[in-house]
């Protein structure tokens, strides 16, 4: 088995009101119960947003600078993740195809090493 991260990617800027999110929200809950259910699921969870990121760099001094705000500067962002354990990448594919079709939005799929 491998495990593999399902990222799932955000438009920035204005959140969708509870009446539309709810709907996709419970669809989410029962794919998380599916994956649950067929022993894949390991991990999930939902990014606040991008601006309460805090980055770490390393200066040439040996430094480290800390700064508000996210690392790359985008009209998306990672909004949230889902970690499975599956045979192979065709297997993760099918998960993060579910979870493509549920929200809509651009989804992610990258093995751990």
Same mark, same amino acid.
């Given at each position: 088995?491998?495990?593999?991260?399902?990222?799932?990617?955000?438009?920035?800027?204005?959140?969708?009101?509870?009446?539309?999110?709810?709907?996709?929200?419970?669809?989410?809950? +029962?794919?998380?119960?599916?994956?649950?259910?067929? /022993? #894949?699921?390991?991990?999930?969870?939902? !990014? &606040?947003?991008?601006?309460?990121?805090?980055?770490?760099?390393?200066?040439?001094?040996?430094?480290?600078?800390?700064?508000?705000?996210?690392?790359?500067?985008?009209? +998306?962002?990672?909004?949230?993740?889902?970690?499975? /354990? #599956?045979?192979?990448?065709?297997?993760? !594919? &099918?998960?993060?195809?579910?979870?493509?079709?549920?929200?809509?939005?651009?989804?992610?799929?990258?093995?751990?090493?």
């Amino acid at each position: 088995m491998a495990q593999y991260l399902i990222g799932m990617y955000q438009p920035d800027g204005i959140v969708p009101p509870p009446e539309f999110l709810a709907p996709i929200m419970a669809r989410l809950g +029962e794919l998380t119960e599916e994956m649950q259910k067929e /022993d #894949v699921w390991v991990f999930a969870g939902g !990014l &606040h947003d991008p601006s309460t990121a805090t980055v770490l760099r390393t200066k040439d001094d040996g430094d480290v600078l800390v700064t508000d705000g996210p690392y790359t500067e985008g009209k +998306e962002h990672l909004g949230g993740f889902v970690v499975v /354990d #599956v045979p192979d990448l065709d297997a993760a !594919l &099918h998960w993060a195809r579910k979870q493509a079709e549920i929200t809509g939005l651009p989804t992610e799929v990258r093995p751990f090493r």
